[in-house]
């Protein structure tokens, strides 16, 4: 599967679990509306004062899972960046692009965009037979 193609079913899901890894070394996962960027970008927005900011800020080093029907998957695992200026832009563009209602959201107090920049990427469909099970990586 090549980029575009993990890009086309990647745009299919309008939620993802997010997990990261709290100062104390405990997991936390957290659901979120998602949306892709052509580069496999996950996209998001959240409140400064949730778990799951102050988890990707200090350690930005997480993971997530997407889906959208049947046995099909996406498993990523990447970096958390909290872009600003011209990226911010755009990333947000992108973001309301998948998500028309979320300019109304940046009045709300802390609300931030963060961005999952992929480093390894697993595609499974098993509603096939035999299971489709791909793998990319990505330079660090």
Known sequence: MDKAALYSVMTRSRYGVVSSIANGGTPQSALVGVAITPD???VFDTLKTTRKYANLISHPSCSFVLWWSGEQTVQLEGI????QGAALDRYREAYFGA???GPARLSWPGLVHLVVQPRWIRYSDFD????LIEEMRFLC
């Open 128 to 131: 096939q037979s035999p299971p």
């Open 80 to 83: 958390a960046i909290e872009p």
């Open 99 to 101: 998500w028309p209602d």
């Open 40 to 42: 496999l970008e996950i």
